[in-house]
């Protein structure tokens, strides 16, 4: 089946009490069992819920996966992943990946005896020369927030598997629609559902996709024994996300090249990230491995002072935390989501106090360049 069949049908069977076509809201703690060790395949909410499996199945689908866990937070997945490792192992982590992940390293998993080493993921020479004797995990984003660097995700993966580490990728910048590391080499992938899987900017959720059934046989182990789950009216939202995720992505990266394009030509602006422009480093490799380019897009105005009149002017832009919704939503890295990282790294990836960055929505695009070019003058 193609690409929006799936999102619209797997894991969205009409339900067999009522023929609902939409799949219920099964707000509950807990299931009547016909008798001792007999039950309909949910015993407790905790260890299973029919909306969160709808879910799960579906997403899995979308990313050619045979396993699915659907979690309450992005960085709650990203965690749950990371207990594939012990105390002793070493994981390369991409030098710029969002905030929350660095903060989840270099304050938490170190005094829990995990090793890692920062290192530019889309330069494969350098990436080869951090491995070590102990690295179990490559730990990449790409497109990276908020720079958009571009990782050859092929590239990565034959390196890792040659030295027994396994690959996992943050996915959430493209979504399904534009890119499937699963494909690509990579072994498991990863998800805020807060963004383009939701869609609409009211859950919080994120998501982790795998085909090594023992791997995944101990994320769902974690994932229960920690309680970390999606609960079921989020899963609902994400599921109704998802069945237009195609359209609506397609209507981001319309909007995201016009977006980029204009703010390229625009004298106010030094610098713009984005790979769909041709000026991009990675332009190319992202042709390649990306079927789209989407809706994030980052520029540099020069100055703190600058960016903040740009954050400020805005009118139809939102100035806030998150992305991936329809409306279009702009922030400041350096001191919103990339806070928790060293200044003077910051500033070497790029994540200067000039640097802006928009989840590029699908109002009519000439609004958006118009709100834009009054905040930008």
């Not at 030295?163 to 499937?180: E, H, I, M, W």
């Amino acid at each position: 089946m193609g690409f929006s069949t799936t999102a619209i049908h797997a894991g969205n069977e009409p339900d067999i009490a009522t023929g609902a076509v939409s799949v219920p809201i099964y707000q509950t703690s807990t299931y009547a069992q016909e008798g001792l060790g007999k039950h309909k395949g949910f015993e407790y909410a905790r260890t299973q819920n029919p909306t969160r499996l709808a879910l799960e199945k579906n997403i899995a689908a979308l990313e050619n996966a045979k396993y699915g866990y659907a979690f309450a937070s992005g960085m709650s997945a990203i965690d749950t992943v990371l207990k594939l490792v012990k105390a002793g192992d070493h994981v390369i982590l991409g030098d710029n990946t969002y905030g929350g992940t660095y903060r989840l390293f270099s304050r938490i998993l170190v005094d829990y005896g995990i090793e890692f080493d920062l290192a530019d993921t889309s330069d494969l020479t350098n990436l080869e020369s951090s491995f070590k004797p102990n690295t179990k995990m490559v730990f990449v984003e790409t497109p990276t927030n908020p720079v958009m660097t571009v990782t050859d995700l092929h590239g990565v993966s034959e390196l890792a598997h040659a030295r027994g580490a396994k690959v996992v990728c943050d996915n959430t910048f493209l979504s399904p629609y534009f890119q499937k590391p699963i494909d690509l080499g990579c072994d498991i992938v990863v998800h805020s559902t807060t963004k383009y899987l939701n869609g609409h900017s009211d859950s919080v959720g994120g998501f982790v996709a795998l085909n090594d059934e023992a791997d995944a046989e101990w994320i769902k182990f974690v994932q229960n024994s920690i309680g970390a789950i999606l609960s079921p009216f989020d899963s609902f939202l994400v599921l109704r996300g998802t069945k237009t995720l195609a359209v609506r992505m397609e209507a981001h990266d319309k909007n995201g090249r016009v977006v980029a394009n204009f703010l390229a030509e625009h004298p106010k602006v030094q610098k713009v990230y984005y790979p769909g422009l041709a000026s991009h480093p990675q332009h190319e490799l992202a042709k390649k491995q990306q079927t789209g380019f989407g809706g994030m897009v980052a520029f540099e105005t020069g100055s703190l002072e600058n960016a903040k009149r740009v954050l400020e002017g805005v009118k139809l832009c939102t100035l806030g935390e998150s992305l991936g919704g329809v409306e279009s939503l702009i922030s400041h890295p350096a001191t919103m989501t990339h806070a928790s990282v060293p200044t003077e790294t910051r500033n070497k990836l790029g994540i200067t106090d000039g640097l802006v960055r928009i989840s590029v929505g699908i109002e009519d695009v000439e609004d958006i360049i118009e709100d834009l070019d009054q905040a930008l003058k």
